[in-house]
């Protein structure tokens, strides 16, 4: 079992900046890929689906969607076990609550993912 805490959040001025942070307990030892994923608000007949926003593996390689590219930076401390979203300039669009997620696997099983509880982003133009 890992367990996810994020902090972080909250309202901020498009232009502006926030950081979000998430720190693993538990098992941590099988972790591998760690990130963020945000979903946005939708109506009751809406699904809308989690996109991912970052993600960092143990070596530092990192993704990112193509919408924050240049604006938004994660990072990793392998010893604290924490993965940090920094994000600039940030825009109306990127209002959504922010999942921080963490791939684990024995070696034995296939990855399995933990999320934590999200925190609420809200960018006000």
């Known amino acids: 079992q890992v367990q996810l805490v994020e902090s972080g959040g909250g309202l901020v001025q498009a232009g502006g900046s926030m950081k979000l942070s998430c720190a693993a307990s538990?098992?941590?030892?099988?972790?591998?890929?760690m990130g963020w994923y945000r979903q946005a608000p939708g109506n009751q007949r809406q699904l809308v689906a989690r996109?991912?926003?970052?993600?960092?593996?143990?070596?530092?390689?990192?993704v990112y969607r193509d919408s924050v590219k240049g604006r938004f930076t994660i990072s990793r401390n392998n010893t604290k076990n924490t993965v940090d979203l920094q994000m600039n300039s940030l825009k109306s669009e990127d209002t959504s609550v922010y999942y921080c997620?963490?791939?684990?696997?024995?070696?034995?099983?296939?990855?399995?993912?933990?999320w934590g509880q999200g925190t609420q982003v809200t960018v006000s133009s």
């Open positions: 997620f963490a791939d684990h696997t024995t070696g034995v099983n296939p990855a399995y993912r933990y």
């Open positions: 538990g098992s941590i030892f099988g972790i591998s890929d």
């Open positions: 996109q991912l926003v970052a993600r960092i593996n143990t070596d530092g390689s990192t």
